[in-house]
């Protein structure tokens, strides 16, 4: 069961890394960014980042440390401000988003950031990073580090996810968890609607996978789902809000990736000050 101390400071995080995510996409001005998606990951990337993860910020290319994939490369948004209250990147670095020439840009690319193991944006690829990532850690029977791979559910439709879920079972690749943001929402509407993939959690298990579904947004869930260890590759599927804090960004796919008017900041800060 998850330390109650460590329970409070991964919602502490996770309550900064939601507010930094308003502000860094209204500093974007008219661009925007992709605030449901990234608001629906808070609390999975805050946790594994503040309360779980194997890195060495001193070292970022420690052998030892998890290697983590945001194969939903456009929650990028939420990345960063994670990466920041883990102390791997400058607060003061989250005003370059998007910005010309900047290291932070809108999906993970591989600039010299440090923490960012692949480039990613394109859907359904990470997944056979991380079975690859697994496969090599074992046979430098280098055993503790494991690869940690955020999803979407709307990703899931990708045939290429399944490729890489059959192989990491054939393989037995123990080290590897991904992710899935179960929002319920992509970018052209319900999920359910363009391809279901219910029941998601037999289907991974078909695949020879473990499975954990929890509450995405509940802290002490994915303290333990993160400390899980198995005998087989193990999948968290995560229940989650797109748009998570904000009343009229929650399941509103109007905001996968949109700007913020003036008006439209100002309730978002007034409603997440009135959350803390």
């Known amino acids: 069961m998850a330390d109650a101390i460590l329970v409070e400071k991964c919602r502490s995080a996770s309550d900064k890394v939601r507010r930094d995510i308003i502000d860094m996409t209204y500093a974007t001005g008219n661009t925007g960014a992709h605030l449901g998606g990234s608001l629906s990951m808070v609390e999975m990337l805050a946790t594994l980042y503040v309360g779980c993860l ?23 948004l939420a990345l960063y401000p994670a990466m920041v209250q883990a ?8 005003a370059e988003f998007k ?4 290291q932070l840009s809108g999906h993970p690319s591989l600039n010299g950031l440090s923490g ?16 690859g990532v697994c496969i090599a850690l074992k046979r430098k029977n280098n055993i503790e580090p494991r690869a940690f791979v955020f999803m979407g559910d709307g990703e899931s439709d990708e045939g290429s996810v399944w490729e890489a879920a059959a192989s990491a079972s054939h393989y037995g690749l123990n080290n590897l968890v991904a992710i899935i943001d179960s929002n319920k929402i992509q970018y052209d509407g319900d999920t359910d609607e363009i391809l279901s993939m219910s029941p998601m959690g037999e289907k991974w298990k078909a695949f020879g996978w473990d499975v954990l579904e929890i509450d995405g947004h509940d802290v002490a869930s994915l303290i333990d789902a ?29 905001f996968h990736n949109s700007r913020l ?3 439209q900041y100002e309730q978002a800060v007034s409603e ?3 959350a803390v």
Request: charged share 25%; no cysteine; net charge positive.
């Open 54 to 76: 194997r890195y060495d910020k001193n070292d970022p290319e420690f052998e030892g440390r998890d290697r983590v994939i945001l194969s939903k490369g456009h929650a990028a």
């Open 261 to 263: 008017s003036a008006k």
């Open 116 to 131: 960012i193991e692949f480039a990613s944006g394109s859907l359904g690829q990470g997944l056979s990073l991380g079975v």
């Open 87 to 94: 102390g791997i990147i400058e607060k003061s670095r989250l």
């Open 226 to 254: 993160y400390n899980t260890k198995t005998d087989k590759p193990l999948v968290i599927i995560a229940n989650t809000i797109k748009g998570k804090g904000i009343s009229f960004m929650e399941n509103n796919w109007r």
């Open 272 to 274: 997440l000050e009135g």
């Open 99 to 102: 910005q010309n020439g900047s």
